[in-house]
C-alpha cells in the first residue's frame, strides 16, 4: 500500500516538474514579447483576460502573458493538484500539513454547513461567536456597557501584531466613515515604548477599553503591550475588581487570557483552523466590528463569500483569483520578476500593501517544497507599495526606467454612479495614466536618459465603490491567489516557522543586555557581541 501511494507521489513530482520546466523554458522566447503586439494580433484579449467578481473587476490584459500559453499554465495547475488543493481547502481538510491543521477562513464568512473534515460542522461555533460579538459590540457602541465608574467607552486600544492587527487596521481605516462618531479604535502593535505613549496621548481609563488579540496569547510584544495597558488603567484608578469591564481577549488560549484578567464576558474565541495572517473574519477583525457595527461587518463577510463562491465553483479560465496567482506564477517563472507592487490609488486603502506583504509573503515566502526538499525555482514574490498618487513622487521613477520589471497590482475605486467629483477623477487619471505609461514608454526625443522602454506589465483591479462588501472581496481575492500559489508551487502556505528563529536569538540578546553581568556566549558573532557590548557600555 505504501509503495504504491510513494510511485503516486512520485509520478505526482513527475508531472509537477514536467508542467514547470516547460513554462521556464519559455523564458528564452516570450522574454521581449511587446504586449502592444498581443493586443493588436489577440482581438479577444481584452474580453479573455478581464473577469468579473462582484463587486470587482480585474483586467489582466496589460500582463506580458500571450493567450496562446494559457493552456501551459491550465495544464501546471492540473499537474500541480490546484483543483484538489481548492477542494480540500473547502473541505477543511489538514492542508496546513506541518501542523496538522485545516486553513478553513471560508467558514468564517460561509453561511452553509461548513464541515472540517471528519470533525463536524463548525458553522455553530462560527455563529455563536459571531453572536457574541455583536452583542459585546452593540452594547458598547450604544453605552450600555459602562467603564469602571461609570462612564460609556469612548476609545477602543486594539493591541495585537501581524495578522492580529494588520487586517482590522487596514479595514478600520478603509471603512472610517462607516465608523460610529465618538468611538475612536487606536492600534498598538510595536514593543517600542513610543507606541504605547503616542497611542495613550487623550486617553482617559475611565473611557477607555483594550481588546488584547493574540492567537497564541505569548507573542511577546502584544503580551508586553498589554502588560503596559493594564497598568496603567490601574494607576489611572481602575480598581482590579473592576479592570475586567475595560478589557477584552481575542485568543486560542483562553485561559491565559482569563489569568491575565479578561472576563469571560468579553472573550472570544479563535479557532486553531484560522491564520493568523487569514484572521480578520474572525474574532480578531472584533475592533472593527466595534468600529462600523455588526451589520457592516457581516456585509465584509458577505464580500468575501462573494468571492469564496465564485472561486469555488468558477472553471478556471474565468477564475479571477486563479487566473491572478497564474499571472504571477507566469512573471516570476518567465519574466524573472521578483517583486509585485501593490498600488492602492486610495488613501483609504494605504494599508493595504502592509496587509498583503504579511498575507502573501510570510504564506509563500518558503523554502522548501511539501516534501522537505528545497526550492530549485522561485516561491512567492517580494510584496511592496504605497498608495497612489504619492508613490508617483517616490519611486515610479524605477518602475518606469529601472532594468528590473516590477509587475504592479492598480487597485482602484469607481465613485458612486453619477458622482464623478474633480477630484475623484484627477486620482482615476493618475491610475489610469500610469498604467498605460508603463505599457506605452516613451521614445523620449531620442534622449536616452528621457527614454522609458515601457512594454512594463501590470494589473487593474477596479472596486464598486469602497464599501464593506467590496473590501471584504478585495481581501479575499488576495487570499484565494495566496493559497493558490502554494498549490501551484508546492509548498505549506499557511505554516510560518521561519518567524520563530529571530525570536529565539531576541531573547538571548535581551536578557545580555538588561543584564550587563551575564557573559557574551562565545558563538556570537563579532558584528552583534560589539554592539551588545557597545549598547551595554551606555
Ligand atoms: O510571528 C508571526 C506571527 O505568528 C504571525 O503569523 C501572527 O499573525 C502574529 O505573529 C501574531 O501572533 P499571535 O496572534 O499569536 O499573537
Known sequence: MASERNLARNDERTAFRASLDGLRERSRSVGECSISALFANEPERLARLSFECAPLSVDLSRQRLPLTDLPSLFAHAAASGWHAGRERMFAGEAINFTEQRAAFHVALRARRPMPLADDGDVMPQVSATLERMGEFSAAVRAGAHRGAHGDRISDIVAIGIGGSALGPELACEALASDGQPGLRVHFLANVDPASWASVRQGLRADTTLAIISSKTWSTAETIANATAVRDWLLNEGIAPGELHRHLAGVTARPERALAFGVSEAALFSLPDWVGGRYSLWSAIGLPLMLAIGPAAFDELLAGARAVDEHFFTTPIERNAPAMLVLVSLWNSLVLHTQ????????????????????????????????????????????????????????????????????????????????????????????????????????????????????????????????????????????????????????????????????????????????????????????????????????
Not at 501551484?488 to 538588561?514: C, P, Y
Request: glycine share 8%.
Open 339 to 538: 517583486t509585485e507592487a501593490v498600488i492602492p490609488y486610495s488613501h483609504s486603502l494605504r494599508r493595504l500593501p502592509a496587509y498583503l506583504q504579511q498575507l502573501q509573503m510570510e504564506s509563500n515566502g518558503k523554502g522548501v517544497d511539501s516534501d522537505g526538499v528545497a526550492l530549485d525555482y522561485p516561491s512567492g514574490a517580494v510584496t511592496w507599495g504605497e498608495p497612489g498618487t504619492d508613490a508617483q513622487h517616490s519611486f515610479f521613477q524605477a518602475l518606469h526606467q529601472g532594468p528590473a520589471i516590477h509587475p504592479v497590482d492598480f487597485i482602484l475605486v469607481a465613485p458612486p454612479p453619477g458622482e464623478l467629483a474633480p477630484a475623484a477623477a484627477k486620482l482615476l487619471a493618475n491610475g489610469l495614466a500610469q498604467a498605460e505609461a508603463l505599457l506605452r514608454g516613451d521614445p523620449g526625443a531620442d534622449d536616452p536618459h528621457r527614454r522609458c522602454p515601457g512594454n512594463r506589465p501590470s494589473t487593474t483591479i477596479l472596486l464598486d465603490g469602497l464599501t464593506p462588501r467590496s473590501l471584504g472581496a478585495l481581501l479575499a481575492l488576495y487570499e484565494h491567489k495566496t493559497a493558490s500559489l502554494g498549490w501551484l508551487l508546492r509548498i505549506n502556505s499557511f505554516d510560518q516557522w521561519g518567524v520563530e528563529l529571530g525570536k529565539r536569538v531576541a531573547l538571548r540578546i535581551e536578557a545580555l543586555l538588561t543584564d550587563p553581568g551575564l557573559a557574551l556566549p562565545s558563538d556570537m558573532d563579532p558584528s552583534t557581541a560589539a554592539l551588545v557590548e557597545r549598547l551595554r557600555r551606555r
